[in-house]
């Protein structure tokens, strides 16, 4: 089983929708959980951070926790072209030093 | 993309050759990482150093050997390299590890 797993996608949705990303972890005493946007090219940014249960939102971006589930997600809502990027999970490991990347979601918002 | 500044950006080398990474951040961070990242596969984290000590080491080959001369600075030394490590190196810091990391433009590597 990887450590964070991500759908590689392409997820793709036309403008103005919701695009959901989501992520599975195995460390079940991880605490920190990121994500980050990469543009073709570029190099990762980061979107939110998120560390207790439940949602966090900011501006078109909302994280969601669920750690008995083991699982992360984030939603964009009203998607626009400039969105497509390929969006990267990452879990802070349960020892604090090590983060674990997942390979990436791709997302292509249609105009 | 400032805040983290590395160099080269791009880099070919032999695999007798030695070459090495440097990477600078302006941030007052306290943590500084190396990562590889190859096509279609996840960033593989490399190194870690907080407070200028290697607080994290991967499981990475000897033929890749990294240098912190202070909370600033971070180097990676690369000799007899294989065309495999070709690969986009990025280096990242945060203030501490369990924070935010912020990542330079990486170096695009090619081993032939």
């Known amino acids: 089983q990887k450590e964070v797993e991500q759908n590689s996608g392409p997820l793709s949705v036309p403008e103005g929708a919701i695009a959901s990303l989501n992520c599975t972890y195995s460390d079940r005493g991880s605490q920190s959980f990121f994500w980050y946007r990469q543009y073709s090219g570029k190099s990762p940014e980061l979107i939110m951070f998120?560390?207790?249960?439940g949602d966090k939102e900011d501006g078109r971006f909302t994280a969601q926790l669920n750690k008995a589930s083991q699982y992360v997600s984030l939603l964009i809502r009203d998607s626009q072209p400039s969105d497509s990027a390929t969006y990267l999970c990452?879990?802070?490991?349960?020892?604090?030093?090590?983060?674990?990347f997942g390979a990436g979601t791709r997302l292509f918002v249609k105009a | 993309e400032t805040g983290v500044t590395q160099t080269p950006r791009h880099l070919v080398m032999g695999m007798t050759n030695k070459k090495s990474l440097k990477c600078e951040q302006h941030l007052g961070h306290n943590a500084m990482y190396w990562y590889k990242q190859s096509a279609k596969k996840p960033l593989e984290l490399m190194f870690v150093y907080s407070l200028e000590e290697r607080v994290e080491n991967n499981s990475v080959p000897s033929r890749f050997s990294p240098e912190c001369p202070n909370s600033s600075h971070l180097f990676l030394h690369l000799h007899t390299l294989q065309p495999e490590d070709s690969a986009l190196y990025l280096c990242a810091s945060s203030q501490d590890p369990q924070d935010t990391q912020y990542f330079g433009p990486g170096t695009r590597l090619t081993v032939l």
């Open positions: 998120i560390y207790s249960n």
């Open positions: 990452a879990v802070l490991n349960t020892g604090g030093f090590k983060t674990i």
